[in-house]
């Protein structure tokens, strides 16, 4: 419970944590530890603001079709293809992690053959 009554959530308090390290650059001894909240505040920010571009250039990409681009000059033209882009590398890294998923599956499953099945421990 904080000051008023309220219960915090865990989001809240790892939140407040972040923050307050930000506090600790006036001490000489723990002065590191300020670095590590602006770069948690930074990189998530960064990241966000990376979502949010793809999600509104991908979201063009669909809108602004050839027919309508061909109509449009100049830069605005080339957000439908910034969009494409972001749609093959987000399709690309999920093809790629369900691709080690299932490849991680498989080692597992060839692990146990050659040990537990057919007890050739040693060898691997």
């Known amino acids: ?13 790892i939140l ?18 300020s670095r590590m909240s602006m770069a948690i505040i930074v990189g998530t920010g960064a990241g966000l603001g990376l979502v ?3 999600f509104l250039t991908g979201v063009t990409y669909f809108l602004m079709t050839t027919r309508y681009t061909k109509h449009l000059g100049g830069s605005v033209s080339i957000i439908p293809k910034v969009g494409r882009w972001f749609l093959m590398i987000a399709f690309g890294a999920s093809f790629g992690n369900a ?3 299932f490849m991680s599956f498989l080692l597992g499953r060839v ?11 040693r060898l691997v």
């Open 16 to 33: 407040g944590d972040i923050v307050h390290f930000d506090f600790l650059r006036y001490s000489k001894k723990y002065a590191y530890l």
């Open 111 to 121: 692990l146990f053959l050659v040990r537990d099945w057919l007890g050739l421990s």
């Open 52 to 54: 949010v571009v793809g």
């Open 1 to 13: 419970m904080n000051v008023l009554g309220f219960h915090r959530t865990a989001g809240e308090t």
């Open 99 to 101: 691709s080690m998923g």
